[in-house]
């Protein structure tokens, strides 16, 4: 399908979208983007993201339009694109203002829908799981932008990048104390026999809305979770992990700075909890 953007309430070629020059989420980065997929032509979890949209709004005093207008945003760009299974980016900045990093200056907020063919993930991530390097650029435990996902993403542009150098999928943040944090698009999970960790919100990690679920559906089947603070060796000993994103639910992780995680890929409880949220996607 072509990819269809919606700009400020009209279906633009995706040639034409174009933000204003002095729009401060172009010149500053002050703006904030949440990414979904569409599964038979519905956004999976759309309420749990416009929520997270105006938690993070809240944090850097972001005026967002009310919510009911941007699901209807979504809504209209899904129904042009008419692709049962989509990628969908909502983006929502600042606005035009004047130079300068005065956010009072800006006029109103810019909102853009992006829609487009689902991406497919990578055979191999499935049968091999995701190879991954540690970052060497730390999650900053003191700083409100790790928390909330914010058009400033050089840090996960550039550790994806030194992945890819080193022949990798994948990065993984630690926190300024040395703990486990997150992936550059992904949060991390892995297991101790029977029971699920992941590293805790009160960390310097996004609160993903498919972390979220993945915890309540495990909860759900009897599995015992726990958040909390984890050096790097808890994984290193792990019997399996996996990471989760919105557009994939449930990847799992094979191997970490060239060692294998776990003894089989996906591991049990990474296979049972994929097969759980594809079925909530699907219902």
């Not at 979890?45 to 919510?67: D, F, M, N, Q, Y």
């Not at 960790?197 to 009160?202: G, I, K, Q, Y």
């Not at 776990?262 to 049990?268: C, K, R, S, T």
Request: hydrophobic residues 45%; negative net charge.
């Amino acid at each position: 399908m072509p990819t269809v953007v919606r700009l400020n309430g009209q279906n633009l070629e995706p040639a034409s979208a174009t933000v204003a020059a002095l729009d401060h989420g172009f010149l500053y980065g002050n703006g904030l983007f949440e990414t979904l997929r569409a599964t038979d032509g519905r956004p999976f979890a759309l309420a749990e993201h416009l929520e997270r949209l105006r938690s993070s709004a809240t944090v850097i005093g972001l005026p967002l339009p009310p919510l009911d207008v941007l699901a209807a945003e979504v809504s209209a760009a899904l129904e042009t694109a008419a692709e049962p299974d989509a990628y969908v980016r909502l983006t929502v900045t600042r606005g035009p203002g004047a130079p300068g990093p005065d956010p009072a200056s800006c006029t109103g907020p810019t909102v853009m829908v992006v829609v487009r063919t689902l991406p497919a993930p990578s055979d191999r991530w499935r049968i091999e799981g995701l190879r991954a390097i540690t970052s060497d650029i730390r999650r900053n435990s003191t700083s409100p932008l790790t928390r909330v996902k914010s058009l400033n993403y050089l840090e996960c542009l550039l550790a994806k990048q030194a992945a890819k150098a080193a022949g990798a999928d994948e990065a993984l943040f630690l926190d300024t104390e040395g703990n486990l944090a997150e992936a550059t698009a992904w949060n991390l999970f892995f297991a101790e026999d029977d029971r699920l960790l992941t590293p805790s919100e009160t960390g310097p990690i996004l609160p993903g809305v498919t972390r979220a679920i993945v915890l309540r559906l495990a909860e759900e089947a009897g599995i015992e979770c726990e958040t909390g603070a984890y050096p790097p060796e808890r994984l290193h000993s792990a019997t399996e992990a996996f990471l989760t994103n919105s557009l994939y639910g449930i990847m799992p992780l094979g191997a970490l700075d060239g060692r294998p995680i776990g003894n089989a890929v996906p591991g049990p409880l990474t296979a049972r909890l994929a097969s759980a949220v594809a079925r909530a996607a699907r219902a």
